[in-house]
């Protein structure tokens, strides 16, 4: 079993910037891919960036170019830089994890979620 751990939501004002960890602990030698998701109040948890443990990575178009996510393997940690951010990014912030290699970005090919921490950002 794995367990992820997020850290470092809060409140931000328009264009500023947060970033983003999830530890994972217990059998993170199972863990190939990791990935950050959202959800936002009435709509559906959607995909935001994805590393694979090689440090390949792949962004939701609506991020791409502000956000950025990395990993620290020997730390088990995934991070998420968010730059330039927009009152539309406020959302609970999930940390995925799955087993298998493949950078992919539908929800339900995670294995392992984090509870979530929020961000809000106000315009």
């Known amino acids: 079993q794995v367990q992820l751990v997020e850290s470092g939501g809060g409140l931000v004002q328009a264009g500023g910037s947060l970033a983003l960890s999830c530890a994972a602990s217990?059998?993170?030698?199972?863990?190939?891919?990791m990935a950050w998701f959202r959800q936002a109040p009435g709509k559906e948890r959607e995909f935001v960036a994805v590393t694979g443990s090689g440090g390949s990575t792949s962004y939701a178009d609506s991020v791409k170019v502000r956000f950025t996510i990395s990993r620290d393997n020997a730390k088990n940690t995934v991070y998420l830089q968010m730059n330039s951010l927009k009152p539309e990014d406020t959302a609970v912030y999930y940390c995925?994890?799955?087993?298998?290699?493949?950078?992919?970005?539908?929800?339900?090919?995670?294995?392992?979620w984090g509870q979530g921490t929020q961000v809000t950002v106000s315009s």
């Open positions: 217990g059998r993170t030698d199972s863990i190939n891919t």
């Open positions: 995925a994890a799955r087993r298998g290699v493949l950078l992919r970005v539908g929800r339900t090919e995670y294995d392992y």
